[in-house]
């Protein structure tokens, strides 16, 4: 395959063209997708309690800097080069061993690289930006679906799982929410940090996006799934799920019609362009064969 770096060999990452997870991830609906994750990772309280007591999530002043470091760990795993991604997992799996948590409830000290804390934060991650990208009309059939997932079990081994014991396909994932859904609830600080949504600290210069943020924040709270919005204490009902379908749809029906050069950010416009020549390359393989 031949790109415009370096021909090829060139170094695409983990993932690279031809993976589901270039086609999708690019799209800006999946900022609502992203924000989706926050709250239902903070609905597993050794997770919440993990992130409250490590980080600076709780302070303010500081939320916008971790969230933008959070960003960019995504933006390098999914189209770094393989040692770019290496060096930023490193760097995450060296932090996490190092933190540990209290327990709210028993008083015990865990480990907040524990599997089961990196794998509830990884699936929530994976079903967010999976269920948005799918109820806002991203071309996806089942299988693609389920090559998204089974892709994004890479992404777990670059926190420190093993992928042979993360979900791959649709159906697996979702019989890990059935088996979780006992043993989770919203503690305090995951209400809390679902009230600062609507009301966030961000820099003067993005000003604007505090004033989008209840409108935004109602979206990002209605794509949730029924139970997890009742474990918050707000109604799991019908018509909040088509309303929030519907708006995921004119969202990105509307950012189709923008140009790519600004639809799309660097990296995705990138391996949007590898794509388009990895499937002619493809093409031209296939009628010579």
């Not at 991830?25 to 239902?40: C, D, T, W």
């Not at 269920?131 to 089974?150: E, I, Q």
């Not at 979780?180 to 995951?190: D, F, G, L, V």
Request: proline share 6%; aromatic share 6%; hydrophobic share 40%.
């Amino acid at each position: 395959m031949h790109d415009d770096l370096g021909g090829e060999s060139a170094d695409h990452g983990i993932f690279g063209p031809g993976s589901v997870t270039w086609r999708v991830m690019g799209e800006p609906v999946l900022i609502i997708g992203g924000i989706r994750a926050l709250l239902l990772q903070g609905l597993h309280p050794r997770s919440m309690w993990g992130t409250a007591q490590n980080s600076e999530l709780m302070d303010p002043s500081a939320a916008w800097a971790r969230l933008s470091r959070t960003v960019e760990f995504v933006r390098v795993r999914t189209y770094g080069t393989e040692a770019e991604v290496e060096r930023v997992g490193r760097r995450v799996r060296k932090l996490h061993s190092k933190l540990t948590g209290l327990d709210m409830r028993t008083g015990e000290t865990f480990a907040v690289d524990d599997p089961e804390n990196l794998l509830w934060v990884h699936l929530g991650e994976v079903d967010s930006y999976l269920d948005v990208a799918r109820r806002a009309g991203v071309p996806l059939t089942d299988a693609d679906a389920d090559a998204f997932v089974d892709e994004q079990r890479r992404s777990a081994a670059v926190v420190g799982l093993d992928p042979a014991d993360v979900p791959g396909t649709v159906a697996e994932m979702k019989e890990y929410y059935e088996e979780m859904r006992r043993r989770i609830w919203a503690c305090r600080e995951a209400r809390d940090g679902m009230r600062r949504m609507f009301n966030p600290a961000v820099p003067r210069r993005m000003l604007p996006l505090k004033l989008a943020a209840p409108g935004i924040g109602t979206l990002v709270v209605s794509t949730l799934p029924r139970w997890a919005r009742r474990m918050y204490g707000l109604p799991g009902l019908p018509t909040s799920d088509l309303a929030a379908t519907l708006t995921l749809k004119g969202l990105y029906r509307t950012s189709q019609v923008v140009p790519e050069r600004y639809r799309y950010s660097p990296d995705a416009r990138r391996a949007r362009s590898l794509t388009r020549q990895h499937e002619a390359d493809l093409a031209t393989w296939s009628i010579a064969s």
